[in-house]
T-cell receptor, first 118, second 112 residues
Framework: GAVVSQHPSWVICKSGTSVKIECRSLDFQATTMFWYRQFPKQSLMLMAT?????????EQGVEKDKFLINHASLTLSTLTVTSAHPEDSSFYICSARDPREAYTGELFFGEGSRLTVL | SQQGEEDPQALSIQEGENATMNCSYK?????LQWYRQNSGRGLVHLILIRSNEREKHSGRLRVTLDTSKKSSSLLITASRAADTASYFC????????????FGTGTQLKVEL
């Protein structure tokens, strides 16, 4: 199946700093990528849909100025957590669909990035 | 918002036994998918069932879908210790574009 790579896999930062997480589709082009957030032992909550060449679509309740999403190329989307605070500590996961397998409806996920804000 | 509620929240069985997980959802769907997540890792797609299908098999997995009850079940037969993971259902909602909404998940533990 298609491969989605996420980096870094974990990051620890001080409160008030900004952290960037990258999501890359390695063997396919993704016009759309999805960013999820997951708290321990809980489900995935969709944060936003990242659209190549245009603005991201944020889910209700997600602060767009807090979670900046940039999808500058067909293989890379970035999520920047700005002025991070301890409550932003979470597991962030990106996903994408391979257009070559659009009929399957399957999402391919990155390995996730665990953010800890001190 | 959560679309799917799964039960049980946690399930512990012995190797060789079957494991059944249930998912209920609220709105009209195009398809329902099951994903697996090992602790601290990304999700892996297991199987997709479309709204006009009632049952689907893939290896040791069997998925059923009852659109009248808005529910689905995932059966893992002859479980193995390596099946220990969290399992999530995810729904593609009618008119929802490409978005998937995930259920609350079932944590399965298969003991030797």
């Amino acid at each position: 199946g298609a491969v989605v790579s996420q980096h870094p896999s974990w990051v620890i930062c001080k409160s008030g700093t900004s952290v960037k997480i990258e999501c890359r589709s390695l063997d396919f082009q993704a016009t759309t990528m999805f960013w999820y957030r997951q708290f321990p032992k809980q489900s995935l909550m969709l944060m936003a849909t990242s659209n190549e060449g245009s603005k991201a679509t944020y889910e209700q309740g997600v602060e767009k100025d807090k979670f900046l999403i940039n999808h500058a190329s067909l293989t890379l989307s970035t999520l920047t957590v700005t002025s991070a605070h301890p409550e932003d500590s979470s597991f962030y996961i990106c996903s994408a669909r391979d257009p070559r397998e659009a009929y399957t409806g399957e999402l391919f996920f990155g390995e996730g990035s665990r953010l800890t804000v001190l | 918002s959560q679309q799917g509620e799964e039960d049980p929240q946690a399930l512990s069985i012995q190797e060789g036994e079957n494991a059944t997980m249930n998912c209920s959802y609220k709105t009209s769907i195009n398809n329902l998918q099951w994903y697996r997540q090992n602790s601290g890792r990304g999700l892996v797609h297991l199987i997709l069932i479309r709204s006009n299908e009632r049952e689907k098999h893939s290896g040791r997995l069997r998925v059923t879908l009852d659109t009248s009850k808005k529910s689905s079940s995932l059966l893992i037969t002859a479980s193995r210790a390596a099946d220990t993971a969290s399992y999530f259902c995810a729904t593609g909602v009618t008119g929802g574009g490409n978005k998937l909404t995930f259920g609350t998940g079932t944590q399965l533990k298969v003991e030797l």
